[in-house]
């Protein structure tokens, strides 16, 4: 995922250029951080900045002369007389946070230190923020030995006893980090490869670079000239994964896991292009996730195995289905990843719509899109509406109602499959399929695949509105008739395709949460971390989600008391606890938990909350020994056909 770096607002007078030049001492183990900014200016009137109120009132000089500064961090407040060139120094010290080892995988708003380095966010006024219309920086950092600082922007110096960053034009203020690295280096033409991981990972570097040089060049090949001087992978002590421009900064746990390299790396490289190099309108909604997450994520699954490709659309659309109506939401509504809902919209959703749009404009064309959008859109801020505009450009056709009723509409189709009759006719067959959707209705070409004894037969129908009849002339004798059975539609699963997985329950705020047996609190504890949306403690209610927590033999004695199957065969007896759902009578998903004694219970804890996409689990201890979903049921989308 990207850094989201929040936009400063307006504050006094805006000068119209502003230079920071920038001496910053950071001790990580002492988490002090000492600064001189000597800001260069022109104009008059009152200079006002504002500074993490962690550090002390900053002292103020202006062109050598010091100066009484009124106000607080929210806006310290320089006079400044006189027009032309001023230089204005501004002092400050102060200890940083402890670096939260224990947050969330977002990153800090704060920065933070700690003797396993230190992580300085822009956006987090570590260094004083100045409204105006251009702003460059010149950052020297200096560190202890055997520490290393990496910032955001362009090297231009390094020597052991200082490391110099600069941007001009700065798009967002500077990032700043800092950990006990060694540095590793390979060039990749003109670019500078490196990673800054502790010396116990040093054995991962190579790869890590490998993996660098190989997606940049594919996607500089399918975009554009990668946009900055380098890359960088540096370690971080905390569990995040945060893009930033031109490095990545990787949680040190996660680094070995080959899923970070494979999948996450190659998302965080194309955020150079998406979000760094074209940055997000936010006003009107982020779509950097899902282009990113299309074109890197799903990108080289689809290109490895497509068979996982529509796996992942499947699951995308499982994960949909698991979305409660009410945290459902708009592209245009989408600004960040803060939650679980958050991400099936703004990722998940958002990926469907280019999968649709290329599936619509044909490769060629949607390539040509993409190029164009980055050449017209590179190092500038860039919406929706501009996407719009290079693929309406390269595929010339208006796209106005395709981009409005997926990125302005909450919601999803739902389709229906109402009638398949076949009749002989001079040449082969006619094939009649009535097709309808939910209201409110969406424009769509409905992927078909009709089976023969000959083999399948691909064919779309056009729909737009509540329902439609199409007549298809075939040349072998259709047997059965499916709609959209490769997932190629962000739409509603009909209920056979979907069965119950554990997020039906835990995303759901309206689940009703029974406990039993002895272990109260430690059920209590569990629900807490599974439950996403929170979840009310007591009886079932009908059509409601169901969450059953506790022992073995207790949870028993529930299901038979509420009238629901006990375990099923295939996981009775086996590990310490069984995780599974089902359906209630009338629909309603249920989540049963039940663990052998109170230590089965709590070994859940960690592991069970990364498992919502499962539909059953056993568990040996704290090691899922069992998972996997429920086989779909018959899906409403598929039918045979009948002869008129
Ligand atoms: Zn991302």
Known sequence: MLATLVPIPALAATFPEVGHDID????????RLEVTDEITLTGDGTLEFRLSPRFARPSVEIDGAAIEIAG?????RVPIQGTGEKRVTITYLGPLAPLDAGGGPFGGEEAGSSPMGSFLPGGA???PVIDAERVAYRLTVRVPAGFRAVATGTLIEETPEHTVYSAAPAFEEPSLFVGPWDMRERWAGNLRLRTYFEPDLAGLSDDYLQVAEDQIKRFSDLIGPYPFQGFSILSA???VGLGFAGLTYIGRQVLPLPFMRGQSLPHEILHNWWGNGVRVDYATGNWCEGLTTYMADYGLTAERDPEAAREM???WLRDYAALPEERDGSLVDFKARVHGAAKIIGYDKSAYLFLMLRDRLGDDAFDRGIRLFWERHRLRQAGWSDLRAAFEATSGQELGEFFHQWVARTGAPRLRLDEATTKRTRGGHALTVRIGQG???YRLDVPVVIETAGGKLRRTIALDGLETTATLDLDAEPVAIALDPDYRLFRHLAPGEAPPILRDVTLDPRTRLLLVGPHQ?????LAGRLMDAGATAGRPVAGTPLAIIGTTADVAEALAEHGLRDVPAALGGKGTAR??????EGGAPVLVVAADDRASLEALLRPLPHYGRQSYLVFQGREAVDRGVWPPGASPLRRTVTAE
């Open 439 to 441: 209201s409110p209705t």
């Open 125 to 127: 006024a570590w260094l």
């Open 237 to 239: 002590p905390l569990p």
């Open 72 to 76: 607080n961090p929210d806006g310290w």
């Open 24 to 31: 910053a001492r950071l001790d990580p183990a002492a988490r």
């Open 579 to 584: 995780v599974w759902t089902a359906s209630a």
């Open 521 to 525: 609190d430690a059920a209590r504890e």
């Open 313 to 315: 659309r499947f699951g």
